[in-house]
């Protein structure tokens, strides 16, 4: 289990640094693609419901007014978080492997994540289209916290359970 693990962090760092390897414009086409589905989606529940229909055509690529700029930044931005909140709750499993938590486990999460994503931007530097952000390093940082967070509840959720289960056996 250590094993798997570590391979997912593994896996989790070359997926963020693949997506990272992209050009703007293909991180831009990307976003906009996911964009353009939630734009269909709601056309098709506005149909069901007998609401006017989203004006604008399905075929459309990139999106141009202000707002679907606004949005597709807004997923971007959320990609970012996600990716490094799916890090920290892999990197918090393999420490609790190795039978390390607590607030010594709490500084390498952060430490780690923290330490990714300054990389992260930094290798964005020298990819045609992407720039580095500060910015950037803290919506990622924010995005380990939550998956911290996360990785807490579930681990104190399943300990209780755990030894709730426990409690009766000896019954």
Known sequence: M?????????LCMGFIFYNSSNTGLESN???YEILNKLKSEKHVIE???AVNPVKGTENEKIPSSKRDQKINLIIRKNA???EFMILAILVAAVLSSFNLTGKNALVYIMFICLFSAVMDEFHQIFVP???SSVIDV???FVGSLIGIAIFTCIDKLLKSRKMHTLKYKDK
Not at 2 to 10: A, D, G, T, Y
């Open 138 to 140: 803290l919506i990622d």
């Open 2 to 10: 250590k094993k798997l693990s570590i391979f997912l962090v593994i």
């Open 29 to 31: 086409v990307k976003s």
């Open 129 to 131: 289209g992407r720039t």
């Open 47 to 49: 149909n069901r419901t």
């Open 80 to 82: 970012h978080a996600f």
